[in-house]
């Protein structure tokens, strides 16, 4: 995946955010990581109710990390 190609995308996938902002912790913090949205372990624990919840809370926490990591790239791009 390319990540400039990513961020000037209008309809993304989770797994393409996950990416965006995986690369801009890489940058950041010189370390890999996987991000998986929709594999959070207090999401198997609850009731289904509660795990939608937990569900919706994670993939806005995914939204506001990929704007920020997306800005980041955008600004970077722009510099070049």
Not at 4 to 33: A, G, S
Request: net charge neutral; aromatic share 10%.
């Amino acid at each position: 995946m390319d990540i400039y190609e990513i961020i000037v995308k209008n309809e993304l996938t989770t797994r393409e955010m996950e990416f965006v902002v995986e690369e801009y912790i890489f940058e950041k913090k010189n370390k890999r990581v996987t991000i998986n949205t929709t594999n959070h372990p207090m999401a198997r624990m609850v009731p289904p109710q509660m795990a939608g919840m937990i569900l919706q809370q994670q993939f806005q926490l995914l939204d506001t990390a990929y704007q920020k990591s997306a800005i980041y790239f955008s600004e970077k791009l722009n510099t070049k």
